[in-house]
C-alpha cells in the first residue's frame, strides 16, 4: 500500500463530527464508570487478576470514600451493565500496520498546543469565541483559558514569552500504575498552581520565596509528613516553618495537624495574614483555589528513546472552586454510600456545562479539552468531561480527588526535589515506591495483577517482565533503581499505539472509549456484566499510601 503523505492523510481525514457543547443529556448514562471497570478479573485458566485496587481502596482521611469491597465484585447501577465503550471491540491492526512510521512521528511532533508565536492557541480561539463553542449563548468563554506556557525554568517555574512567571510549576511524579504507564498509550505531565495570595510577601508583593514556602507547606498536608526544602529565611515569610519556636533559617517544613489541641500549620506570606475563613488549612486537603493542569500526549519515538510527544491528546483542568471541612466531605461520602444501597439501579447526577466545567461533589470543577478530527484541540463536550468524573470523584485512592501530586518524587537523591518537567528529565533512574512490607508499588502491582495493563493486552510487559508468569526478585530488584525500563514501550510499540488512537481522534468517537486498543479485548474485557457479580479477588490488596515507606 502506497504510503500517503502527513499533507495528504491531513486533507484526506474524516470531517469534522458536529459538537453540540450546549448538549447535558447523556448517550451513555454511566460515562463516568471507565472501561477498566469492565475487565475480566479471571482469565481462562482460572488465574486472578487485580488490576482495580489501583482506584478501589481503603482510604486515607480527609477522603471518606471507603471502596475496597469493589474490589470484589462488579457492583454498578443497571444502565452499565452493557458496557458502553465498544472502541475497546475494535479490531485495529490492519489499519495500524498500513500506518507509516514516518508519518506517525511528524503526526506526534507536531505541536497542537503552542502557535509559531509561543503562545497557546487554543487561548486565541477562546478570545474569538467560535460560535459553536459558547454553549451559554454570552459570546464569551466561561470556562479556563490556557494560560501555560510549557516553558520552565531549573525550579519547574512556567515563564510566559516576556519572561514573567505564570504561576505554574511543573512537578514529576511515580505514575500510576495501569493506564497511566507510558507503555499503556499515553505519556502525560501535571502543573500546579497556588492562588496569588500564596505567591505574594504579606504587603501584597510577589515573592519566589514565599511561593516555594507555601507550595511546600501544601505538600506536607497531603503527604501528612515533614518535607526538606533548601534553607530559608523565616524572617521573610513570617512563619515558622520547622516550628522551632524562632524565626530563623528553616531547612524543613515540620507537619502538624491537631487544631483540637492547637496545634497546626500556618501558610506564609500574605495567605497568612488571611485568616482560616479565606484561606483555610487542613491536612490532607489543598487550598482553596489550588489549580491543576494535566496534558495527555502521544508517545514519540525518538534515537534516543520514548519521550514525551509535542502533540497533545487532552489537556485536562481543575480547580478548587470550595472548600469542604473534613465533615462536610463525610456527610457527601456517607450521603453517596446511602444514595447507592437505596438506589443501587439509579446512575450518578452531574450538573455544570461543557463550558463552565462540572464539580465533582467534594469541591473541584473539572474541565477538558481535546482534539477535534484534524488534531487540533477543542472543548471537550459535557458527556466527553463526565467521562473524568470516575477517577476525580467518589474513589478511595484519591488524596483530595487527585492521584499525581501525592506520588510526587522528593526526599534524597530526587533531581530538583521533583520539581521539573519531564522534557527536562525523563522518566530514566526515577525508583520504584517502597511499601512498609519493602515491596516497591510497581512490583507489588505486577505480581497481584500478572499484568502490566488492565486490560492484559500489554505483550511487550509481559514478556519481558512476567516471562515466567510472575515477577522474579532479580526484576523486583531492578525495579527499585529505574522504573523507566518496565514502563517505556519499545519504539514499534509506541507508533502501533499512537496510530490507534488516532484512529479514535479522526472518528470522533470519545464517546465509545479513548484507550488505544489495536485487538478487540474481547478475551480480558466484558461486553457484559452480571450485577453484583463475584470478580474472584478475595482479598482486596491494601492502598500503596497505607504501607509507604517514607
Not at 505541536?111 to 492557541?121: E, Q, S
Request: charged share 25%.
Amino acid at each position: 500500500m502506497r504510503r500517503l503523505t502527513l499533507l495528504a492523510l491531513l486533507a484526506t481525514a474524516a470531517p469534522a463530527h458536529a459538537l453540540d457543547l450546549t448538549a447535558t443529556a447523556l448517550t451513555n448514562k454511566t460515562a463516568y464508570i471507565p472501561p477498566q471497570c469492565y475487565t475480566k478479573t479471571e482469565d481462562a485458566q482460572g488465574a486472578v487478576h487485580n488490576p482495580c485496587q489501583t482506584c478501589h481502596t481503603l482510604p486515607r482521611a480527609p477522603n471518606f470514600v471507603s471502596d475496597p469491597d469493589l474490589q470484589q465484585d462488579y457492583a454498578m447501577p443497571g444502565p452499565a451493565l452493557e458496557n458502553p465503550w465498544t472502541n475497546l471491540f475494535v479490531d485495529r491492526r490492519a489499519a495500524v500496520a498500513a500506518t507509516g512510521a514516518d508519518e506517525i512521528r511528524a503526526w506526534v511532533g507536531t505541536d497542537n498546543y503552542l502557535g509559531a508565536d509561543g503562545r497557546p492557541v487554543l487561548a486565541a480561539k477562546l478570545a474569538q469565541l467560535p460560535p459553536e463553542w459558547d454553549a451559554n449563548g454570552d459570546g464569551a468563554w466561561a470556562g479556563y483559558r490556557p494560560d501555560a506556557y510549557f516553558a520552565f525554568d531549573d525550579e519547574g517555574f512556567d515563564h510566559a514569552p516576556d519572561g514573567r512567571r505564570t504561576g505554574w510549576r511543573a512537578f514529576a511524579y511515580v505514575p500510576l500504575p495501569g493506564t497511566f504507564w507510558p507503555t499503556n498509550g499515553s505519556t502525560d505531565d501535571v502543573l500546579i498552581r497556588l492562588p496569588e495570595a500564596y505567591r505574594q510577601t504579606a504587603d501584597g508583593r510577589e515573592s519566589l520565596a514565599v511561593y516555594k514556602a507555601n507550595l511546600a507547606i501544601t505538600e506536607a498536608l497531603i503527604n501528612r509528613a515533614d518535607v526538606a526544602i533548601a534553607p530559608v529565611d523565616e524572617v521573610e515569610l513570617g512563619v515558622d516553618l520547622d516550628r522551632d519556636g524562632r524565626l530563623a533559617t528553616a531547612t524543613r517544613v515540620a507537619f502538624a495537624f491537631a487544631p483540637l489541641d492547637g496545634v497546626t500549620m500556618h501558610w506564609a506570606g500574605r495567605a497568612g495574614s488571611l485568616g482560616p475563613k479565606a484561606a483555610p488549612l487542613a491536612a490532607g486537603l489543598y487550598p482553596l483555589g489550588t489549580e491543576f493542569l494535566h496534558s495527555v500526549r502521544y508517545l514519540d519515538p525518538r534515537p534516543e528513546g520514548v519521550t514525551m510527544a509535542p502533540r497533545m491528546k487532552e489537556l485536562r483542568y481543575m480547580k478548587k472552586t470550595s472548600w469542604q471541612s473534613y465533615a462536610d466531605l463525610e456527610e457527601g461520602a456517607l450521603a453517596e454510600k446511602k444514595e447507592d444501597a437505596d438506589f443501587p439501579d439509579r446512575p450518578k447526577q452531574f450538573f455544570g456545562s461543557a463550558e463552565a466545567g462540572i464539580p465533582n461533589g467534594m469541591g473541584w470543577r473539572l474541565q477538558g479539552f481535546i482534539e477535534d478530527a484534524a488534531g487540533d484541540l477543542r472543548p471537550q463536550s459535557f458527556e466527553e468531561t463526565v467521562f473524568c468524573m470516575g477517577c476525580h470523584g467518589s474513589i478511595g485512592t484519591t488524596d483530595d480527588s487527585t492521584f499525581a501530586f501525592p506520588r510526587k518524587l522528593s526526599g534524597p537523591g530526587a533531581f530538583r526535589d521533583g520539581w521539573y518537567h519531564w522534557t527536562q528529565k525523563g522518566l530514566s533512574g526515577t525508583p520504584d515506591l517502597v511499601r512498609a512490607d519493602g515491596q516497591g508499588d510497581y512490583a507489588h502491582y505486577l505480581r497481584t495483577n500478572h499484568a502490566g495493563d488492565e486490560f492484559r493486552s500489554n505483550a511487550e510487559v509481559i514478556s519481558a517482565w512476567l516471562a515466567q508468569g510472575d515477577l522474579t526478585p532479580d526484576k523486583a530488584a531492578a525495579l527499585q533503581a529505574d522504573i523507566a525500563p518496565l514502563i517505556m514501550p519499545s519504539a514499534g510499540r509506541a507508533i502501533a499505539l499512537d496510530a490507534a488512537y488516532r484512529m479514535i481522534v479522526r472518528e470522533q468517537s470519545f464517546v465509545k472509549g479513548r484507550d488505544a486498543t489495536i485487538a478487540p479485548q474481547d478475551a480480558t474485557v466484558w461486553r457484559r456484566v452480571e450485577q453484583d457479580a463475584p470478580t474472584g479477588i478475595e482479598d482486596p490488596a491494601d492502598p500503596w499510601f497505607y504501607r509507604l515507606k517514607r
